[in-house]
């Protein structure tokens, strides 16, 4: 049996680069191809939607909706670190070789999460039945 080098294993995986890269620049000269491209003055105005721009564009809004979205991107990253974990919980001795390793790795770490919902919850980020301007 003939063995290749090492660097021959990666072939798969830059053949799959190069044929995802081929079909999003395949993508891109197609639709200029197929698209039509007439701009017209009602198509190159600022505004598309046909309603009429009025007042300031800097409108304030509250920092709850911002603050809203980076919780949700937090709880939304502790249940993509705690799928794998759930997966391999039982091998964690034999990979480690500590029995209770990962219980005290993912108490730690939903320690920290408690401890960040805890303060989300004393400020009243998730309280919106008043605005509160000192956030």
């Known amino acids: ?35 039509r491209h007439k701009n017209t003055a009602v198509k190159l105005d600022a505004y598309e939607c046909g309603i009429v721009a009025v007042g300031d564009a800097r409108k304030r809004f509250s ?9 949700f991107i937090l709880f939304d990253v502790e249940a993509v670190f705690m799928m794998p974990w759930a997966v391999i919980y039982r091998k964690l001795p034999a990979i ?20 960040g919902l805890y303060y989300i919850l004393r400020k009243g980020i998730l309280d919106w039945s008043h605005d509160k301007a000192d956030l």
């Not at 021959?8 to 081929?22: D, E, H, M, S």
């Not at 920092?63 to 919780?71: P, Q």
């Not at 480690?96 to 401890?115: I, N």
């Open 63 to 71: 920092v709850r909706f911002y603050l809203v979205a980076v919780l």
């Open 1 to 35: 049996m003939v063995s290749l080098p090492y660097h021959w294993q990666y072939l798969p995986l830059f053949l799959q680069i190069l044929v995802a890269f081929g079909m999003g620049v395949g993508m891109v000269v197609a639709s200029h191809f197929v698209g």
């Open 96 to 115: 480690t070789g500590q029995r209770l390793f990962g219980f005290w790795e993912m108490a730690v770490y939903l320690g920290f999460v408690a401890v």
